[in-house]
């Protein structure tokens, strides 16, 4: 049976709760590889769009200071499917070199599903501008931290491991290294 929005969205509330046992919920769909696929496809088409509709919804004179070279949604929707690709990898590979058991497909189905989380927190926030703005900006920074939460619990119940403290240090030390790599090889190709 495939699981409705309304499913979804309580299988949603349930994970941020507890992280955990959300993942594990995930994870035990079992899905095959296509589909797990699709619902990468489709969490990062959502996030794209999302991000585009809010965009839109920007006061003028901030959308005159970000200009015309923003991306367009399919644009943006492509390089979404591409940084989730690599998430998934990063975590599978990285969680492995530190003794981890989790795979790659499971990895990126648990970064699919943490991208609609953080969709469902988006929309929210979007709601947030038109009504209450200043309740928007706090979403915004909630958001944040959630992104955090769910990620050091998901690579934790992903890989087994039992620290989620020692898990966020490591995500903030690849991440930093990966900066850090990704600035050394842009900063010639931008400084010409």
Same mark, same amino acid.
């Given at each position: %049976?495939?699981?409705? /929005?309304?499913?979804?969205?309580?299988?949603?509330?349930?994970?941020?709760?507890?992280?955990?046992? !959300?993942?594990?919920?995930?994870?035990? %769909?079992? /899905?095959?590889?296509?589909?797990?696929? +699709?619902?990468?496809?489709?969490?990062?088409?959502?996030?794209?769009?999302?991000?585009?509709? !809010?965009?839109?919804?920007?006061?003028?004179?901030?959308?005159?200071?970000?200009?015309?070279?923003?991306?367009?949604?399919?644009?943006?929707?492509?390089?979404?499917?591409?940084? /989730?690709?690599?998430?998934?990898?990063?975590?599978?590979?990285?969680?492995?070199?530190? !003794?981890?058991?989790?795979?790659?497909?499971?990895?990126?189905?648990?970064?699919?599903?943490?991208?609609?989380?953080?969709?469902?927190?988006?929309?929210?926030?979007?709601?947030?501008?038109?009504?209450?703005?200043?309740?928007?900006?706090? +979403?915004?920074? +909630?958001?944040?931290?959630?992104?955090?939460?769910?990620?050091?619990?998901?690579?934790?119940?992903?890989?087994?491991?039992?620290?989620?403290?020692?898990? +966020?240090?490591?995500?903030?030390?690849? %991440?930093? !290294? %990966?900066?850090?790599?990704?600035?050394?090889?842009?900063?010639?190709?931008?400084?010409?």
């Amino acid at each position: %049976m495939t699981p409705g /929005l309304g499913d979804l969205l309580r299988l949603a509330r349930f994970t941020v709760s507890d992280p955990r046992a !959300g993942a594990r919920a995930v994870l035990m %769909m079992d /899905l095959p590889l296509p589909p797990r696929w +699709l619902v990468l496809v489709f969490s990062a088409v959502a996030a794209a769009l999302v991000t585009s509709v !809010g965009l839109t919804l920007l006061p003028p004179e901030v959308q005159a200071l970000l200009g015309d070279d923003l991306p367009s949604p399919l644009a943006s929707a492509v390089l979404q499917v591409a940084l /989730l690709v690599v998430a998934s990898g990063v975590i599978h590979r990285v969680g492995q070199w530190r !003794g981890g058991k989790g795979n790659f497909a499971d990895a990126m189905v648990l970064v699919a599903w943490l991208q609609f989380i953080l969709v469902c927190v988006e929309v929210l926030q979007l709601v947030a501008q038109l009504v209450l703005p200043f309740v928007a900006d706090i +979403l915004g920074v +909630l958001g944040i931290m959630l992104f955090f939460w769910l990620l050091s619990h998901f690579v934790a119940e992903l890989h087994g491991f039992r620290s989620t403290l020692a898990v +966020l240090g490591g995500i903030l030390v690849v %991440m930093f !290294g %990966m900066a850090f790599v990704l600035a050394a090889i842009l900063m010639p190709v931008l400084g010409a």
